[in-house]
């Protein structure tokens, strides 16, 4: 098994290019979350899902979108990228709620 | 709403000697608690987890962490702290009625002095 796999691993993009960042898991989990790490303010929760077509924000949801077609694929999309998304994002699934989560290893996304 | 309160920031101990990263939670029934380690360029790695039964819980690499619900609180806690024990430490807080949405708390940086 893979695990939650995430691409890419580092990007850099200029103010108001949009792109969309990749999650999958092979471990056939219901839920799937995105965060974001900023330093001194670990992680907040971005947008979640508890199964295919079912999506829903979290606390921090402006500027991202997301959609869940598949129980393996919940990519993150940036419409028109701003500096406060430079950040860390990690995507993370686990089966239900009380299960562990696991994580990806994490895409490190720097706007200029 | 549920929260997380990681009250340090940042704890520095000499190998060998013993660590306690505190926790404590906001939530109104009994919540499913976690602490979770972050190395350097990594993602997170579950330490143990807490739902029910026993408060002492037992982790991975040494750890264990006490549930004590008068105090709200599930501190994590190692005997003997290794210079590896190096690493960012997150509590988290979940619970059914919020499918999906786990809470982290801001993070506690260990470092380990030879």
């Known amino acids: 098994n893979a695990g939650v796999t995430q691409t890419p691993k580092f990007q850099v993009l200029k103010t108001g290019q949009s792109m969309t960042l990749q999650c999958a898991q092979d471990m056939n989990h219901e839920y799937m979350s995105w965060y974001r790490q900023d330093p001194g303010m670990g992680l907040r929760l971005i947008h979640y899902?508890?199964?295919?077509?079912?999506?829903d924000q979290g606390e921090v949801p402006n500027g991202y979108n997301v959609s869940r077609s598949t129980t393996e694929d919940f990519p993150l999309r940036l419409l028109s990228a701003a500096p406060s998304q430079t950040s860390v994002y990690f995507c993370?699934?686990?089966?239900?709620?009380?299960?562990?989560?696991?994580f990806g290893q994490g895409t490190r996304l720097t706007v200029v | 709403a549920q929260s997380v309160t990681q009250p340090d920031i940042h704890i520095t101990v000499s190998e060998g000697a013993s660590l306690e990263l505190r926790c404590n939670y906001s939530?109104?029934?009994?919540?499913?608690l976690f602490w979770y380690v972050q190395s350097p360029g990594q993602g997170l790695q579950l330490l143990l987890k807490?739902?029910?039964?026993?408060?002492l819980v037992q982790g991975i690499k040494g750890f264990e962490a006490e549930f004590k619900r008068s105090q709200s609180s599930f501190n994590l806690r190692k005997p003997s702290v290794h210079w590896s024990d190096a690493a960012e430490y997150f509590c988290a807080v979940g619970a059914h009625t919020n499918a999906g949405k786990s809470t982290f708390g801001d993070g506690t940086t260990l470092t380990v002095k030879p």
């Open positions: 899902s508890v199964g295919a077509g079912i999506t």
């Open positions: 993370a699934s686990r089966l239900r709620d009380s299960s562990e989560a696991f």
């Open positions: 939530y109104g029934a009994t919540p499913y």
């Open positions: 807490y739902f029910s039964g026993d408060t």
